[in-house]
């Protein structure tokens, strides 16, 4: 197991007392970084929603360190989900399980279950056990907007939160797959780097395992626009599209041909790795909102299959408002 340098210990430690005190730190996890707060204090689980302007109605995931903390946070955990819990966990898998009532309101959005998982992450799982409480984390974004895959990203959106531990870049770089398993019946509610075949594989022949149908209220947080950079983005039709003057270009090709025409062109992965694009398409956004000289952003899609479900899961949302 990966262990964390001294001089992070002691970033940890104080960041451990903020979590403790009811502050609020941003943290690394494999996925994303997370905006975190001490998840059985109702008072510091609002500061989230504040200073992410998110909504009340979007329910919040809660992080825990060691399997023996689900015991204070859900009600029941049947054996399929101890079978993929032990799995796929510290991991990018959470699971919507009923709550016990030592779970605040605030934390589920009034839901009955609660959004739990395991962080592959060597400081997220120090800072878990230090505070010595489950930590309710989002991402920690301005609501709505670009997810932060590193340090930088989170200051930039949230410049007045209490601390941000640097743990560097985050290896997966797209939020944690979402399950929710009732009977023989595993519903995924947001796709991830665990894929829906990576599910079906790891559950006996009985389970049905489904893709959620959006509208259904089941998952309040699965909204049609996210992750959005503050400029135009469009999804490319065609490798031979006309790009305007001031286009920054997202492929993930080497020789990709529009890469000539674009003012600044990002290669998230030279030959199609989805593993490579989920890493990197969240900074690839990121870099260009940040261009002064980008005025609109355009993305090669990827095939809807596999990982690339949950790629195109956040590109399509990403650019939805942009939409014609
Ligand atoms: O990888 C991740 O999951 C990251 C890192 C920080 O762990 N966290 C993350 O949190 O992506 P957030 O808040 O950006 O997305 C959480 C989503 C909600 O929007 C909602 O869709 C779903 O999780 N969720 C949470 N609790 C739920 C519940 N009780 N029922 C249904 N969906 C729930
Ligand atoms: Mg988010």
Known sequence: METVQKNLETAIAKAAKIIRDGGLVAFPTETVYGLGANALNPVAVAKIFELKERPSFDPLIVHIASFDQLD?????????????ADKFWPGPLTFVLPKTNKVPEIVTSGLATVGVRMPDNPIALEL??????????????????ISPTTAMHVKKQLPNVDCII?????????????????????????????????IRESLPNNFKVIQHVSGEAISPGLLKSHYSPTKTLRILNSKTETLPEGSGLIVHEQNHILKAFAHKTIVTSPNMDYHQIAANLFSALHTMEDDPEITQIFIQPVE?????????????KAAHQYQK
Do not use: H, Q
């Open 128 to 145: 878990i056990r230090k505070a010595g409480c489950p930590i309710a984390a989002p991402s920690a974004n301005k609501f709505g907007r």
């Open 72 to 84: 204070d946070l859900v009600e029941n955990v049947s054996d399929a989900v101890k079978l993929l």
């Open 304 to 316: 809807e299959t596999g990982l690339g479900l949950a790629l195109m899961d956040r590109i399509n």
């Open 166 to 198: 640097d743990g560097g870049k985050t290896s997966v770089g797209i939020e944690s797959t979402i399950v929710f398993v009732e009977g023989d019946t595993c519903t995924l509610l947001r796709a991830g780097k665990i894929t829906i075949e990576d």
